[in-house]
């Protein structure tokens, strides 16, 4: 089974899918006894214990596990923002090569849905965190509230929707900072390198807006797939935007905070149709490209099991809708609560916008041009406001999408390599 990867016929195609990412989004955490039913039956079927475990080398390790299986160091470490989340990090203090004396400090941001898994989706000498370790930076893998790795709370449960009632707003506001914070105390650096990948570039923005002081404790920033408006989004989020808030007010009355986490369902639903082996791999593959945009040359699909065992990692309800308001408002704001919710938070009827001309640190964009999310237009407006652009790299393939920024066979020559020599100048 195949789609029109090629132009229209694909962005068609992509609507089918909508209905079913609406009743996702509201059924995305069901209630546990419904989950041990069904693990129940599966169990069952495949006479196995636990099924859910993948043949696939890497799909039942975690982050710092995979880094330490590739012969790298890692260490974990846990900060607490503000307003009582506990986030953990990842880092590789050095690369292969061994320690030594004053290495530059490279923080790197995950996007939606993702993890610190997603900066070593691939083999060392390909994926960005080995490289930068392997080039000489201390590098810090961050993890924002509500992913695999940061779901924990001074006095939150995440079984409980009060855990979930954030957006990107609070992750700009506190995580980042926090973040940044922590690895700076804890290396003794003034500044840090900073790499994000879709959101993780959209929480920079962000950041630097509320908190621009910020700005100085970054020596550069590289922004891959970099997401700030999204007036020309195409595909399925395109599609279900206009119901996206409808789609959140019915997840919260039904108490479901939560978006996609990473569960044993789904990783047994990815081991058994994404296979690279599997007749329905063809279908796993281009639903990724109805989501991200055409390029069939970089999806690594031998690796694609392994990503898709840590990748989606969970985050809100919110954080989602969120995304979809940009869509429909054409501007870079804060989340939009309703009239009344404004009042309450912001005292005025719509949100606020995000102020661009506050991004001081040097800025290097790195874009594709079939990216559906960051569409090229989009990113030519973000970088007109941009007041210290470094860097407008377009990437140099005629088909590169959102998700080749992270997993892409050839990222590491098409963007990875440039990122190094982009912050080499700082």
């Excluded at 132009?7 to 909508?18: F, I, Y």
């Excluded at 506990?86 to 290495?103: A, C, F, K, Q, T």
């Excluded at 989501?291 to 970089?298: F, M, N, S």
């Excluded at 990748?311 to 609560?337: C, E, I, R, W």
């Amino acid at each position: 089974m195949t789609f029109d990867l090629s132009s229209q016929g694909m962005k068609t195609t992509a609507a089918a899918w909508v209905a079913f990412l609406g009743i996702a989004g509201v059924l995305c955490a069901p209630p546990a006894h419904v989950v041990d039913e069904v693990k129940a039956r599966l169990r069952a079927r495949y006479h196995s214990a636990d099924f859910s475990k993948s043949e696939h080398w890497g799909a039942n390790m975690t982050t710092p596990e995979l880094i330490e299986a590739f012969g790298y160091p890692v260490e974990i470490h846990h900060v607490t923002t503000e307003d009582g989340y506990i986030l953990e990090m990842h880092r590789i203090p050095h690369g292969l090569s061994g320690p030594s004396e004053n290495r530059p400090v490279a923080f790197l941001e995950h996007c939606l849905l993702c993890s610190s898994a997603d900066y070593i989706m691939n083999l060392p000498e390909k994926a960005l965190a080995y490289k930068l370790a392997d080039a000489g930076y201390d590098v810090w893998l961050s993890n924002m509230r509500g992913n695999t790795y940061s779901r924990n709370h001074v006095e939150l449960d995440p079984e409980d929707i009060s855990f979930w009632q954030f957006s990107w707003d609070e992750l700009a506001y506190y995580d980042v900072p926090a973040s940044i914070d922590y690895v700076l105390g804890m290396t003794g650096a003034e500044a840090v390198y900073y790499a994000g990948w879709s959101m993780g570039t959209t929480v920079f923005w962000a950041m630097m807006s509320e908190k621009p002081e910020y700005n100085e404790k970054v020596r550069a920033m590289a922004a891959m797939a970099p997401v700030a408006f999204m007036n020309n989004a195409e595909g399925p989020i395109m599609a279900l935007a206009p119901y996206s808030d409808d789609l959140d007010f019915m997840a919260t009355l039904l108490g479901v905070g939560e978006f996609l986490p990473s569960s044993d369902l789904l990783d047994h639903f990815v081991e058994t149709y994404c296979d690279s082996e599997a007749v329905t791999a063809e279908v796993c593959y281009n639903f990724l490209f109805l989501l991200a945009g055409p390029d069939p040359d970089e999806i690594p699909k031998d690796f694609l099991p392994i990503i898709l065992a840590h990748t989606p990692a969970g985050a809100s309800v919110h954080t989602v809708n969120h995304y979809a308001q940009l869509v429909m408002s054409g501007v870079f704001g804060k989340y939009d609560y309703g009239l009344i919710g404004n009042l309450n938070h912001y005292g005025q009827n719509t949100p606020p916008l995000f102020n661009l001309s506050r991004v001081t640190a040097p800025v290097g964009l790195f874009w594709g041009s079939t990216d559906w999310l960051a569409d090229p237009t989009d990113v030519a407006r973000l970088a007109e406001g941009l007041p210290n652009l470094a860097l407008n790299h377009k990437v140099d393939k005629e088909e590169f999408n959102h998700l080749d920024f992270g997993w892409g066979i050839h990222a590491d020559e098409l963007v990875y390599r440039h990122i190094l020599d982009f912050f080499a100048n700082y």
